[in-house]
């Protein structure tokens, strides 16, 4: 069984910054194109930054592009997102994903995402 649990959430002011990390467990890392993901309050679960397999490509929303990092670290099974130059939206729950993949593709939507984790708070003050 695979599992997904995030942690490094927290209460930051804006222009902040915070280091979110994922760490799987169950199942093969490797072959797994990793994801982070974020919902507010009353809005959808949005994509924020993926990593695929060999860690060579990654793909941020426009929203995050040149503030956030995605990394991984295929030896500890750990997938960190560096939070730099924090806004007030990005206050929401963010959430860890994986899909398994024979491929070196990225993937931008939760459908696309076979496991979740449970998510970890962020709030950023103005």
């Known amino acids: 069984q695979v599992q997904l649990v995030e942690s490094g959430g927290g209460l930051v002011q804006a222009g902040g910054s915070l280091r979110l990390s994922c760490v799987v467990s169950g199942g093969i890392f490797s072959i797994y194109t990793m994801g982070w993901f974020r919902q507010a309050p009353g809005k959808e679960r949005e994509f924020v930054a993926a990593i695929n397999r060999s860690a060579r490509r990654t793909n941020y929303s426009d929203s995050v592009k040149g503030r956030f990092t995605i990394s991984r670290d295929n030896t500890k099974n750990t997938v960190p997102l560096q939070m730099d130059s924090l806004r007030p939206e990005d206050t929401a729950v963010y959430y860890c994903?994986?899909?398994?993949?024979?491929?070196?593709?990225?993937?931008?939507?939760?459908?696309?995402?076979?496991?979740w984790g449970q998510g970890t708070q962020v709030t950023v003050s103005s």
């Open positions: 994903a994986a899909r398994g993949t024979v491929t070196d593709q990225l993937y931008g939507r939760t459908y696309e995402y076979n496991y």
